[in-house]
């Protein structure tokens, strides 16, 4: 028997769906050639925002087009966890909708449309397959325990439930074994992973993320650090970015910092639920470039947020143009069932939102490009990925830019690179 995973979404989705594969390995199934040649068809959907579920219905469709005759098709992921009655009626092609954990089995002898059952089985801790990259992604946490205004995961994701340190540091060992030089940590909140266990063994609420080395991602980051040639983390709310967390991530060699700051101005944040405003952000980030220049910074945000006016747009220019990121995201605000924005007032029109992040983006694209500009004539040390493609530190996988080298370089070796041209966001490099 044969498998098939389309995944969308993020990164917390691929790894669901290597944890998928993993079980399904267990279970006798072989990967397939493609999603045509396969006997079991596996959507792994997304449903962080309209587009997302717009592709994961066109996906599912295609899947149910391309698969073979007999062959079975089921969805899983966000979507399925969050609208699997509404999936499971609208759409007769599907074999099964199962949420997250559920069994994948399908009878053999009927069709069964199922509605969302509570899950069976923890993915975090399934096995997986080896990676086919030298790099991988290892989720430590599931679900979270904030409540921004625009975000609807805590619904469907539910709390924060953090995997222990032994289970980490297991499949982060299995992972280098099988030839993994970059492990890549995500959680919905990753600085505060760890919380809910320490809660959990006092029995007491725990007030999060003070100063002073605490924090139980600083411990789990150093340790992984000493097993694997780089350790990056992503996704760091900007209060979980304490002075011990910045020393250890500069400690481990990858100053890479992906800061999840969706905007700048402090009144919308509020508005959003969410800590900081430009001077506290731009302080964090002064400060880290103070102890190393070349610390590379990414960061996600939202435009079109409900009350959000043409101050707001300035202050986030303004911070734009002040903060210098290496990288960033712009989305447009995209309302979500279940959440508090949904309730706000003052809704901004969709066409002014997208003005707005055209603004921020084309002031985002120079800086970029000239942060990309300036490594001209710099080594750097690369992980090469695959033929013909690497990344410094400075390049998180999948989301940033590349540098492209010489073809023969060997897939997983670690080689010092000068760059020689800059071609947009990715780079040229020659070994030396
Ligand atoms: S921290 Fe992230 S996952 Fe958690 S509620 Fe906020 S946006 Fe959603």
């Known amino acids: ?161 953090s995997r222990s340190t032994e289970e980490i540091i297991a499949e982060a060992r299995a992972l280098v074994e099988g030839g993994v030089k970059e492990l890549v940590l995500i959680a919905q909140d990753l600085a505060s992973w760890g919380h809910d266990r320490r809660r959990a063994g006092r029995g007491e609420a725990v007030e999060v993320l003070d100063e002073g080395g605490t924090q139980p991602l600083i411990e789990l980051t150093a340790t992984l650090s000493a097993e694997v040639e780089r350790v990056r983390l992503l996704y760091l709310y900007p209060s979980g970015l304490t002075t011990g967390l910045i020393d250890t991530i500069l400690a481990t060699g990858v100053p890479y910092f992906d800061l999840s700051l969706q905007h700048s101005s402090r009144s919308l944040l509020r508005r959003m639920r969410r800590w900081g405003n430009a001077e506290r952000f731009l302080e964090r980030i002064e400060s880290i470039r103070r102890s190393e220049p070349d610390a590379t910074f990414r960061s996600s945000f939202i435009l079109g947020y409900p009350g959000e006016t043409e101050d ?35 809704q901004v029109p969709h066409d002014l939102a997208l003005e707005r992040l055209r603004e921020v983006s084309e002031l985002q694209d120079t800086i970029t490009a000239n942060k990309r500009d300036a490594l001209v004539g710099t080594t750097q040390r690369l992980l090469i990925d695959r033929p013909g493609v690497g990344r410094s530190v400075r390049e998180c996988p999948e989301i940033d830019g590349v540098v492209l080298v010489d073809p023969s370089l060997s897939v997983g070796s670690m080689v010092q690179c000068r760059i020689v041209a800059s071609r947009g966001t990715d780079l040229e490099g020659v070994s030396v």
Request: hydrophobic residues 40%; aromatic residues 8%.
């Open 312 to 346: 707001d747009q300035r202050d986030l220019l303004d911070f734009i143009h002040a903060a210098q990121l290496d990288w960033a995201g712009f989305f447009t605000f995209s309302s979500e069932d279940g959440t508090y924005a949904q309730g706000l007032s003052d």
């Open 1 to 161: 028997m044969r498998y098939w995973i389309e995944t969308l979404g993020c990164p917390k989705n691929h790894v669901d769906s290597d944890k998928l594969a993993g079980l399904l390995e267990t279970q006798g199934y072989d990967l397939a050639l493609s999603a045509d040649d396969a006997d079991l068809v596996v959507a792994n959907t997304c449903a962080f925002i309209e587009a997302a579920r717009e592709e994961s219905i066109e996906t599912v469709l295609d899947l149910a087009e391309r698969k073979q005759k007999g062959a079975r098709l089921v969805v899983t992921g966000c979507m399925a966890e969050r609208y699997g009655e509404e999936l499971a009626a609208a759409l007769p092609e599907v074999d099964l909708v199962a949420g997250f954990g559920e069994s994948l089995t399908v009878p053999s002898t009927q069709v069964a449309l199922r509605s969302k059952v509570r899950s069976s089985f923890d993915l975090l801790n399934l096995p997986r397959p080896k990676s086919s990259a030298p790099w991988a992604y290892v989720k430590i946490a599931e679900g979270c325990d904030r409540r921004c205004g625009f975000c609807a995961i805590p619904t469907f994701r539910g709390d924060q439930r």
